[in-house]
């Protein structure tokens, strides 16, 4: 339809009036213009595959602590290295002991027979003395055991016996929600989100490395990731970055919302990555509110607005002329706007949506005080009176992810992506870096020798990986996860990094108001004609 916009007018008139608010309008229009275009140019539509895997994406702040090997004893030996009051951390069931050996045969193998950092092996059952025995044997390091009381496993029992839990858990099991019929999978969701950090043997750490059974690593990691984290500012690391199910965690973002506001909570920088923002303009309209989201609608909504407003202006004081054509095209924008419907966004709570990406939970280097925080402990007790952890299958790893935004800038988080590891079959393994001179294998336990002649991948350009063999056919999930590391990527590389950020809105959000006043003078000086 035929569109007026006080703008084409101001643009015929300007060579008569150089210095018009209107050129300044234009001047405005024009620089949102070229802003658009050049973010849609910077942000084009994401292809399937990326092959990060195969460029260098380090930034000054974002980028692996070393690329390639390191002589493990040199490091160790230097008058800057401290060791840190770290351990490893695993739950897990006696009868899984197969797979524990083997993710710890990998972790000695590639890491902790240099470093000989403790293990604390965490069970809702007492552990067996075969479990113990073998354990022990097949770790380099101290080894302690801790079976968990019923308060810290079980859900509390006022919830647990009501008819209304069984039937939930059951009805997740109907919906096919991955897990989502086992209640001892809700259980160590709920215990791995509030509640891991707190057991004795855990605190008494500063710092973490959490594994699973059956999991693998692939390349040695030749210095200490605690360590080098302190040393970077880090105070939780991660190896997969990918989107979480949706039919697991429909409400988490909803609760979460609702916990940050009713708190005030100031949010971190991080917070940035997993979602998406809507939050434009502050306006008293409510349509404007509801419709005005980007440069586009603001100058469309706006203008209709400003229209329509005079419209019934005029037509309180009987000023309407229909067989004009100024009042012809007013009336259109009146019907164009009866018609114009608000998107839907149907997860949206106080403009954002949860993009749904998530760290990977099964692997997790971090300060204990990440989670271990009064902040975190209030956002816990909320999810948990929120009933998610039973009513829905609320996973850890977005629990996770979504609590360390409460407090952590991005800039705090690291991206181990020289670690190769393999969880479920989806393998991150980075490509080597060339190898420097004098670095070769040296055991630091007689167990893990290699034979002669031990290959490895070939290295690259741009490689970080030391000593990788990673699997072969399958493709490195960092390139597979959209839109996670391309977030991740695009903040690190500060794409967005002349917006501002302050209570969780990426703007400083558009006075509507103001801009308001700019398109009315613009109005009083349209010209009506044809
Ligand atoms: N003690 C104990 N440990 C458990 C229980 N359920 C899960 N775990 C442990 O919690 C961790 C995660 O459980 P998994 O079943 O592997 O969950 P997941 O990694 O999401 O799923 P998979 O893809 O099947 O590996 C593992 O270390 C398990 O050993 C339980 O009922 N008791
Ligand atoms: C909205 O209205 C309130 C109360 O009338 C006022 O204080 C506030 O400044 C208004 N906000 C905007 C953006 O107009
Ligand atoms: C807002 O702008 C987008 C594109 O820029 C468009 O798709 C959408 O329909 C607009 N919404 C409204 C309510 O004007
Ligand atoms: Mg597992």
Redo the contacts with the bound molecule.
């Keep these: 339809m035929l569109r007026l916009s006080p703008r084409f007018r101001l643009y015929r008139d300007r060579h008569k009036r150089a210095v018009t608010v209107g050129s300044v309008l234009l001047g405005l229009l024009t620089i949102a213009f070229a802003a658009r275009t050049w973010y849609r140019y910077a942000h084009p539509a994401p292809p399937k595959f990326h092959w990060y895997s195969k460029q260098d994406l380090g930034t000054p702040t974002q980028h692996p602590f070393f690329m390639g090997c390191n002589d493990v004893q040199a490091y160790m030996n230097a008058d800057d290295y401290r060791r840190v009051d770290a351990t490893f951390v695993m739950l897990t069931r006696n009868q899984e002991l197969d797979d524990v050996v083997k993710t710890l045969q990998s972790i000695e193998e590639h890491f902790n027979q240099w470093f000989h950092y403790p293990y604390v092996f965490l069970n809702d059952e007492p552990f067996t003395q075969e479990f113990m025995d073998t354990v022990t044997r097949t770790a380099t390091a101290e080894v302690q055991f801790g079976t968990l009381s019923e308060l810290e496993w079980d859900f509390p029992q006022e919830v647990h016996d009501t008819f209304e839990f069984k039937e939930r858990v059951e009805d997740q099991g109907d919906r096919g929600i991955m897990y989502g019929s086992m209640e001892s999978y809700h259980k160590m969701c709920r215990f791995y989100s509030g509640v891991f950090f707190k057991h004795p043997l855990v605190r008494a750490h500063d710092w973490y490395w959490r594994i699973e059974p059956d999991v693998e690593f692939f390349c040695d990691i030749t210095y200490d990731p605690f360590w080098e984290m302190i040393r970077n500012d880090k105070e939780y690391g991660f190896t997969v970055m990918i989107p979480e199910l949706y039919w697991s965690i429909p409400s988490l973002f909803r609760s979460t919302r609702s916990f940050i506001k009713e708190n005030n909570i100031e949010l971190g920088t991080l917070w940035k990555l997993l979602t998406n923002s809507y939050h434009y303009g502050?306006?008293?309209d409510t349509f404007l509110d509801k419709t005005v989201y980007n440069d586009d609608n603001l100058s469309e909504r706006m203008s209709e607005k400003v229209i329509i407003d005079k419209l019934l202006e005029d037509t309180a004081k009987g000023e309407l002329n229909l067989d004009s054509t100024k009042d012809t095209i007013r009336l259109q924008h009146l019907i164009n706007r009866a018609t114009t419907v608000p998107p839907v966004f149907e997860d949206t709570f106080d403009k954002e949506e949860y993009n749904l990406c998530h760290f990977w939970s099964n692997f997790e280097i971090a300060k204990r005080t990440v989670f271990d925080n009064p902040t975190y402990e209030q956002y816990f007790k909320h999810l948990e009176a929120d009933g998610g952890f039973w009513k829905e299958r609320w996973g850890d790893a977005p629990v996770h992810s979504l609590g360390l935004a409460l407090t952590l800038d991005f800039e705090n988080v690291h991206y181990f992506k020289d670690i190769g590891y393999m969880h479920s079959s989806l393998p991150h393994c980075p490509r080597n870096a060339f190898p420097k001179e004098n670095v070769f294998y040296v055991p630091g336990d007689d167990r893990f020798a290699r034979p002669a002649g031990t290959q490895y991948d070939p290295s690259f350009d741009y490689g970080s990986g030391c000593r990788c063999r990673c699997p072969r056919n399958l493709p490195d999930i960092e390139d597979g996860c959209y839109p996670c590391m391309d977030k991740w990527l695009e903040l690190a590389h500060g794409v967005e990094k002349n917006t501002n950020f302050a209570n969780g809105a990426y703007y400083s959000p558009v006075?509507?108001?103001v801009v308001e006043k700019d398109f009315d003078i613009a109005y009083e000086q349209a010209s009506w004609e044809n």
Excluded: A, H, K, S
């Design positions: 502050n306006t008293n006075d509507l108001d």
